[in-house]
């Protein structure tokens, strides 16, 4: 469970919110490239950062991030083939990837559409450990995105699933009942690894979750996954905007 307070920002629109995550990608990418030469990102999907991904696409131009030393990672995934409108490597793939300088041999989709999801999983896990540079244990991302769904999951992380409990794997597929389908995930052990994580939530229909995990009288706490992000040695900021904030008190 989260202990240490995660970093707040609220910007007024979901477009600033999303300008402000842009900014602190970019940040990231430079200072990881300039400290260890690399930056591993994993990115999220769902439709919150679509803008963010369009607004990081548009800023290439002006931009001066090492794109070419970033290596793209994805932090869950549907069950579905690449190109399918739900997948969401698909998505960040047209939003953004199609319109940075990342080199594809840098870019690493979840085989989602394996039909054995569980050696799926294994495969991305063993790909995880040999390309992200550990500290000794744990694979450590340089950015982890995520966002925040109705119900407080994140990544494919979902209330009441034996993946919330996880210590040992580092990506998993179950099966999620309410959805009727498969997932792949990335589960805590990996997320609280990381040197940053970073979660955006926008919008009217995440007041709820957001006042469930941030605010002085959030409900049903330790059944809300996202609350179970609370990195090892690494920072964790939340931006919303004010919408998704309304019913905390910064
Ligand atoms: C996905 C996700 C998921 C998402 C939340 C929020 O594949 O759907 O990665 O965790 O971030 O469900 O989704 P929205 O941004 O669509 O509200």
Redesign the pocket.
Known sequence: MASQKPETIVKATAEDAAAAAAELIKAVVRESVAERGRCHLAL??????HLLYKMLARGVVTGDVPWQDVEVFF????DVPPDHIES?YGMIQRALLDNLPVPPNHIHPMPADWLNLDAAAEEYERAIRALVPSDGMLPRFDLIL????TDG????LFPHTAALTEVRRLVLSQYVPFLGRKRMTFTFPLINAARHVVMLATGEDKTGPVADLLGPHGRHREELPAARVNPTDGRFTIILDEAAARRISN
């Open positions: 999220a999907g769902g439709t919150t950062p932090s869950d995934e549907r969401n995520l966002g925040l769904g999951h994140t990544a494919s």
